[in-house]
């Protein structure tokens, strides 16, 4: 028989959501029987689920794991429930809080079938975004320190031909002064403002002679080379676009239902 990858430790925290949100299981006919205690066929099509949901095919092998593992899961809450640790108060929060989070989950995800969203939404989103991001992208390097007087060194230092690279090993940022700056290539709406206006300014080869102040500290950057931005089309983006419809969405209606209740 083909074993499936459903031990204990990769459900538990499925299962233990699952669980609680599971109203008057006995009255539903049950997969197994523990110690005259029925375990549910909503828990098994609960884990069935969540296995098919990543690319297990729904089998009888399948059914099979899922209806031993929740044997075993049967036996040990039976365990815990004999010790009293269902009595416990932080074991009773964790409890609610997992059974709140299948009934949010459930919740949100008839939301979103509710409000589907539309095509003209899409559209919108996607020249919004084509429009933020221009028609070019940037290959940059910087270096960045902490003072203006450090960084008004350094630019010292290039005019005197010292390599950019070298340089850019005194860098504070730890993810490119390895890379001797490299920031590789980026539309300039990816940078902070004060950082993207610096960079459009400059020439191919170019670096800015002025240090250029951030949030961040002060940077000295340079323009490698710039090329025309290639996006994906509308369709080859619209499960992003509509995800991310979808999460400002949930978040608008989550604000509108935050600001309604009556909190004391």
Known sequence: MKRYPILLSA??????AVAPAIAKEESV??????????ISKNRSDALVSAQTAQGQPDSEDLRKAVREELIRREVLAQEAQKMGLDKKSEIQGQMELARQSVLIGAYMQNYVKGHPVGEDALKKEYEAIKAKLGDKEYSTRHILVE????ATEIIAKLKKGERFEDLAKQSK????KDRGGDLGWAAPSSYVKQFSDALVKLEKGKYTETPVKSDFGYHVIMLDDTREL??????EAKPQLTQRLQQEMVER?????????KVN
Do not use: C
């Open 11 to 16: 459900i538990v925290v499925l299962a233990t």
């Open 29 to 38: 006919k049950g997969i197994a029987t523990v110690n005259g205690k029925s």
């Open 147 to 150: 003072k203006e007087t450090e």
């Open 173 to 176: 940022d730890p993810g490119s």
């Open 230 to 235: 290639k996006l994906p089309s509308i369709d």
């Open 253 to 261: 209606h989550l604000l509108d239902l935050r600001s309604k209740a």
